[in-house]
């Protein structure tokens, strides 16, 4: 019963590295989802997919980018990371029903200095 | 104007209390309206969805929704210390969703 899994679950980065935050779910979802979280905040929306080969930008893509090769797989791509990635990033996803609930990674808590 | 926006905290309420929970949304067009709780350092989970104008409870939680006003709460009937936690609102349309800040609350023993 995996959900949705993210990894990892930590990382420290240091202001230009790059790095990619995985994320895949076994529930056969088409709709998955990349948020950031900042302290005291909601949640922003980053980019979504839709389903295979399918990408959108969200509120704030800016730095990022993804790509959704598979059903399952929906990784998220740092470039040059600035101090201002510094946030918590959740990974979600949804079956195509009416009430589409989405279901929620642990996240990955990612520092930039 | 935010696209979602809840009534700021923290709200403190005794054990055994109704906390009630107020979140207003600005696009006519949501089509579906969500309730999550978030405990500190953890991820989000559902724990309430409506799409209907009225009234849905599920055990101590009740959704209530007003489309006409664009406004949606969720009432926590005999609260319990482990509901303290902050609470999202968040409203979908074209299967995005849009969050609150989130309120957070502290049920006091």
């Known amino acids: 019963n995996a959900g949705v899994t993210q990894t990892p679950k930590f990382r420290i980065l240091k202001i230009g590295q790059s790095m990619t935050l995985q994320c895949t779910q076994d529930m056969n979802h088409n709709y998955m989802y990349w948020y950031r979280q900042d302290p005291g905040m909601g949640l922003k929306l980053i980019y979504y997919?839709?389903?295979?080969?399918?990408?959108d930008k969200g509120e704030v893509p800016n730095g990022y980018n993804v790509s959704r090769s598979t059903t399952e797989d929906f990784p998220l791509r740092l470039e040059l990371a600035a101090p201002s990635q510094t946030s918590v990033y959740f990974c979600a996803s949804s079956s195509d029903s009416r009430e589409r609930p989405q279901h929620f990674g642990d996240g990955t808590r990612l520092s930039i200095l | 104007q935010k696209e979602v926006e809840q009534n700021s905290g923290p709200l403190s309420v005794p054990e055994g209390a109704i906390a009630s929970l107020n979140c207003t949304y600005s696009d006519r067009g949501s089509q579906s309206f969500f309730w999550y709780r978030q405990y500190s350092g953890k991820s989000p989970e559902l724990i309430m969805f409506i799409y209907s104008n009225g009234d849905k409870e599920d055990g101590r939680f009740t959704a209530q929704l007003n489309k006409a006003s664009q406004y949606v709460s969720l009432l926590i009937r005999d609260s319990q210390p482990s509901d303290s936690a902050t609470y999202l609102c968040?409203?979908?349309?074209?299967?995005?969703?849009?969050f609150g800040a989130g309120t957070t609350v502290t049920v006091r023993a």
């Open positions: 997919s839709v389903g295979a080969g399918i990408t």
């Open positions: 968040a409203v979908i349309n074209d299967y995005k969703l849009s």
